[in-house]
């Protein structure tokens, strides 16, 4: 899992811990091989973006780069 990722992961559990009383997110739980799961999504997502453009894919980067950045916003005001 990318940094930025972590971080996010990290302020969800945050908020559960504030506002769910703990309660573990269905989010985290998973049935397999995590680093397995997360290659066979890599997988799903290249074949998806095979025909695409190089200007969208890097519209698509930037945009996930931006909902990243504004999650991370939510969830901080969240926790203040």
Do not use: P
Request: aromatic share 6%; net charge negative; hydrophobic share 35%.
């Amino acid at each position: 899992m990318a940094a930025a990722g972590r971080r996010q992961q990290e302020r969800i559990r945050k908020v559960a811990e504030k506002i769910l009383n703990n309660k573990e997110l269905e989010l985290y739980k998973w049935d397999g091989d995590l680093s397995e799961l997360l290659q066979n999504v890599r997988e799903k997502l290249n074949k998806v973006a095979e025909g695409w453009s190089r200007e969208e894919k890097n519209h698509c980067l930037e945009e996930t780069e931006r909902s990243f950045q504004y999650s991370g916003e939510i969830l901080h005001l969240i926790l203040s």
